[in-house]
């Protein structure tokens, strides 16, 4: 086992820097951890730790690489350097030893798994890993036996995060929670209530960008931690939902979750869509960690849309208030403006599909509108509403209205794809031709009548200028 040859330059150039400086810098943690695995990252991200005089060593060591500098925390002595290369982006963290000695330093990191270290000289000089790493508490046999444990009883007071972290970890890898790491979790959850959301947001999509983000959602739910940050989770449960669903709520939900990412797993056969599914909407969360997110909160508006009339339980207008809340979970988490856009778009407009579905020929004017209102999140829509039918499986939900969903959706899709291949027309007509001719002043009026001319071009209603104005001139006196 040894250091890859795309990051041994940097390696060797940071190590003649510590000759220099006659400073002993060790690799620590995860770099080292993800070399067990052999696991690279895209875009590397390596930690070191030093005696003493951490943010000083950086400061200098980024003039050097003509890296960006940032101090992390200056009290207990971290920085970062980011080194852009054309394709790649490593990050160096640098921090001054937890402890007096590198034995203390690694005993306060979080889980065993990242206690591993090696002296950057045997890193750069021998390279061999294994004939000169350092495992003082057993994190190749944890790595080994795929076991998240706690480095030392301590860890979830120093860090809270950590108790998030264990899940995110183990999600990536695949690996378990052991059972005295557990035991703490449990009795120490609620300090994560004095965590940033900032950072509880980061390894909550760490999760939901896993391969399998269900397992994990639902262990976390059962130690009630999810509910921490998402109250709304709460009202959800034991909500009998009606003889169309056989879940509650808050069981249908995380049903709809672990079909969402079966759904994806399907869909990202199709190179179109995995690029979609991969966009980076907020760096460096990516659009189908996003999409998982949107199926836990896609019926969170049905508990205060639950109403009884005539026996039968219904939900009207809980895609509305599910909006409203998502916009407040949204900005709790401190989502990007992007994220909260699309998270309510697809909260919003989750039901449309069904309702396509639920007419044998769906006309084109329907379909039209809904790509319009659904704009950029269509797909994601499609994808969750395919989810949303499958975890729908009470004695009323026939197996013909599945198949009929199914085939509405699919159809959908492929339409989707389709157009986006092709050129989208010109417009016949645009505002200044409109308030040129009829001598109308800028105003929302003009873009209702391009909105409609649009809809009337895209269903073949109108098929020239020519038609175009006779349409225009048509809705003009209905719209004064």
């Keep these: 086992m040894k250091i890859p040859n795309d990051d041994l330059p940097f390696l060797s150039e940071i190590y003649e820097f ?77 921090s001054d030893f937890r402890g007096k000695t590198l034995k203390l330093d690694l005993l306060h990191r979080d889980f065993t798994i990242n206690t591993l270290a090696l002296d950057l000289k045997d890193a750069v000089v021998s390279r061999d890993i294994q004939k000169h790493i350092i495992d003082l508490y057993g994190a190749a046999k944890d790595i080994k036996l795929k076991t998240i444990r706690i480095a030392h009883n301590g860890a979830f007071a120093e860090d809270p995060l950590r108790i998030l972290r264990a899940f995110s970890l183990a999600a990536i890898f695949s690996f378990k929670i052991e059972a005295k790491t557990f035991a703490l979790i449990k009795k120490q959850k609620k300090k994560l209530l004095g965590v940033s959301l900032e950072r509880v947001r980061d390894e909550l999509f760490k999760i939901f960008e896993s391969p399998n983000a269900h397992k994990y959602i639902v262990e976390l739910d059962r130690f009630r931690i999810l509910s921490l940050f998402l109250p709304e989770i709460e009202p959800m449960r034991g909500k009998y939902q009606g003889p169309y669903h056989h879940l509650d709520i808050w069981k249908h939900t995380l049903e709809s979750l672990k079909q969402m990412e079966g759904v994806i797993d399907s869909a990202q056969k199709n190179p179109d869509i995995k690029t979609y599914l991969d966009q980076v909407i907020s760096s460096p969360r990516k659009r189908f960690g996003l999409m998982k997110f949107a199926a836990i909160l896609h019926d969170v508006g049905k508990p205060k849309a639950m109403r009884r009339e005539k026996k039968k339980i219904i939900f009207h207008g809980h895609e509305r208030i599910g909006l409203g809340l998502t916009r407040i979970i949204s900005r709790r988490l401190k989502l990007s403006n992007e994220e909260c856009r699309a998270l309510e778009k697809i909260v919003l407009w989750h039901l449309r599909p069904g309702y396509l579905a639920d007419n044998p020929h769906p006309s084109a004017r329907a379909i039209f509108r809904y790509f319009r209102d659904t704009g950029n999140e269509a797909l994601s829509v499609l994808l969750l509403s395919l989810a949303d039918q499958r975890a729908t499986k009470g004695p009323l939900t026939t197996a013909l209205s599945r198949l009929r969903h199914e085939k509405t959706v699919k159809s959908l899709i492929r339409k989707l794809l389709k157009e986006k291949e092709e050129k989208k027309p010109a417009r016949f007509l645009n505002g200044n031709h409109l308030m040129s001719k009829f001598k109308l002043p800028a105003s929302p009026l003009i873009g209702k009548l391009l909105a409609e001319l649009e809809e009337a071009q895209a269903i073949g209603k109108i098929k020239n200028k020519k038609e175009a104005w006779k349409l225009a001139a048509r809705l003009i006196p209905s719209r004064k």
């Design 18 to 94: 510590c000759l220099l400086k006659k400073k002993a810098v060790y690799i620590v943690g995860g770099y080292l951890r993800d070399l067990f695995l052999n696991r690279q990252k895209e875009n590397p991200d390596i930690d070191f730790c030093i005696s003493k005089g951490a943010v000083k060593f950086g400061r200098e060591l980024s003039r050097k690489l003509g890296a960006g500098f940032v101090v992390l925390d200056k009290e207990h002595g971290c920085c970062r350097l980011v080194k852009k290369l054309e394709n790649r982006i490593y990050t160096f963290d640098f």
